[in-house]
């Protein structure tokens, strides 16, 4: 099943953010693979994702400590950040533990997936970020059959 957010801009990128939410609220999902060339937004639109949820500390892209921790401030909900550019092997994500994250249940969102592509597990939501022509961009969650 795919579902859509479309035409997504920084103006608007708060609702999206929300509509997001309110997807995997019906839909379920703990672990999102989010795909999309260099300078997609995937990582704007995680920012925006942790906002939502209640993260008042900043956050960044986790580039070069791989996982970043966020605690929402208003369920106490726990959320893990990757960014697995840097990962130059599966044994290497393996010694950090990510399975482990994966099996937590709490929300892992993960940019640059294809690099730990055999440790995803078969539940994941893929969600792909296109950038449109006028510089909106296109959100869509792929639920696994």
């Known amino acids: 099943?795919?579902?859509?957010?479309e035409n997504v801009s920084l103006a608007n990128i708060p609702a999206a953010a929300l509509r997001f939410l309110e997807i995997i609220e019906e839909q379920g999902g703990?672990?999102?693979a989010f795909r999309g060339e260099m300078g997609a937004g995937k990582t704007t639109f995680i920012n925006a994702l942790s906002s939502a949820l209640g993260v008042s500390e900043g956050?960044?892209?986790?580039?070069?400590?791989i996982i970043n921790e966020y605690r929402s401030d208003t369920t106490a909900e726990l959320i893990y950040h990757f960014d697995c550019y840097r990962i130059e092997s599966i044994d290497e994500a393996e010694?950090?533990?990510v399975e482990d994250y994966f099996d937590s249940g709490a929300l892992c969102f993960i940019e640059w997936p294809e690099r730990i592509e055999?440790?995803?597990?078969?539940?994941?939501?893929?969600?792909?970020?296109?950038?449109?022509?006028?510089?909106?961009?296109?959100?869509?969650?792929?639920y696994p059959d």
């Open 1 to 5: 099943m795919e579902i859509k957010i």
């Open 30 to 32: 703990t672990v999102f």
């Open 59 to 65: 956050t960044a892209s986790p580039t070069f400590a």
């Open 95 to 97: 010694d950090i533990g």
């Open 118 to 142: 055999a440790l995803l597990p078969l539940e994941t939501v893929d969600v792909k970020i296109y950038e449109n022509a006028d510089g909106t961009r296109n959100i869509i969650l792929i």
